[in-house]
């Protein structure tokens, strides 16, 4: 008897097997990580609890910690099949398109896991006729309106004077497009730059792409179809290098070319007064 009563207690404080599960929805496509190590999952939770979201539906990750530095610095993507791998050295990840069933063995900190999202949100929204881009984005009068530019073309600089002046800034540094039912649409994103918001989810109907540029006054112009495309290119966050990656790219951008508004901004970095210029 004593010897069960001491088997019992030894029982009772065996510690439960803790599994820790978050589920998130950015630019419309839905992911459910789950690990045994809560302090990942923590770290998830901090940087993109703005796009949370429950429910089992989406792609199902069990996540792991893994060592390692990022090198090379851009992740690697390979598709064979319905199995897209991703990694570099501080990550690697193994999904299943179709079944939605995949793995993530990841270094505990930010920038690691933003990489990993990075990547497969690029790659996502490449197949479903949209884009990661590089640009500024803000909201006016319900409509999103990207500025494009690579670094130092004032993104941030734009971003801040919009945000000082009242207008809604989806993000200073990378902005998500999707191509739903025969329109673009800007959705919220969780990738910032030198602002470093959080974001917050959300998607509007997109007004009108301009090509960034600073100047002593502001001003808007008409834009080449052929310079609106280059620019557009440049711009593009895309870490797959397949042929059909760059065949989608071009079809993707032929359709934004013929649906979507291109015009070039000159802004001043005295105030947000180059807003009146966005219609």
């Not at 045994?36 to 940087?47: A, E, M, T, V």
């Not at 999103?144 to 993104?155: D, M, R, T």
Request: aromatic fraction near 8%; charged fraction near 25%.
């Amino acid at each position: 008897m004593a010897g069960r009563l001491a088997l019992r207690r030894r029982v009772k404080k065996a510690p439960a097997a803790f599994s820790s599960r978050l589920g998130l929805e950015i630019a419309g496509f839905r992911l459910n990580l789950e690990s045994d190590q809560s302090g990942i999952i923590s770290i998830l939770r901090r940087r993109y609890g703005e796009f949370g979201a429950a429910g089992k539906s989406g792609f199902r990750l069990k996540v792991s910690l893994a060592s390692g530095r990022q090198s090379p610095f851009k992740p690697a993507i390979l598709l064979a099949g319905s199995r897209l791998e991703l990694g570099r050295g501080d990550f690697n990840s193994s999904l299943d398109l179709d079944t939605g069933a995949g793995s993530l063995r990841a270094a505990a900190n930010e920038q690691c896991l933003d990489a990993f999202l990075r990547s497969l949100i690029s790659f996502l929204l490449l197949r479903s006729g949209g884009f990661m881009l590089h640009s500024a984005g803000l909201v006016k009068n319900g409509k999103a309106y990207l500025f494009l530019g690579k670094s130092g073309a004032g993104k941030s600089t734009l971003s801040k004077l919009a945000a000082a002046a009242g207008a809604e800034v989806i993000s200073d540094e990378i902005n998500l497009l999707r191509f739903e039912k025969g329109k673009f649409l800007a959705c919220g994103s969780p990738f910032w730059g030198e602002m470093r918001a959080d974001g917050r989810p959300g998607s509007w109907p997109l007004g009108g792409i301009h090509l960034l540029g600073k100047a002593r006054a502001n001003g808007l112009s008409a834009c080449a179809g052929g310079e609106a495309l280059k620019l557009l290119l440049r711009c593009l966050v895309n870490f797959d290098k397949s042929p059909r990656a760059a065949e989608l790219t071009l079809k993707n951008a032929s359709r934004l070319l013929a649906k979507v508004k291109f015009s070039r901004l000159e802004f001043s970095k005295a105030d947000g007064s180059f807003l009146d210029l966005i219609k």
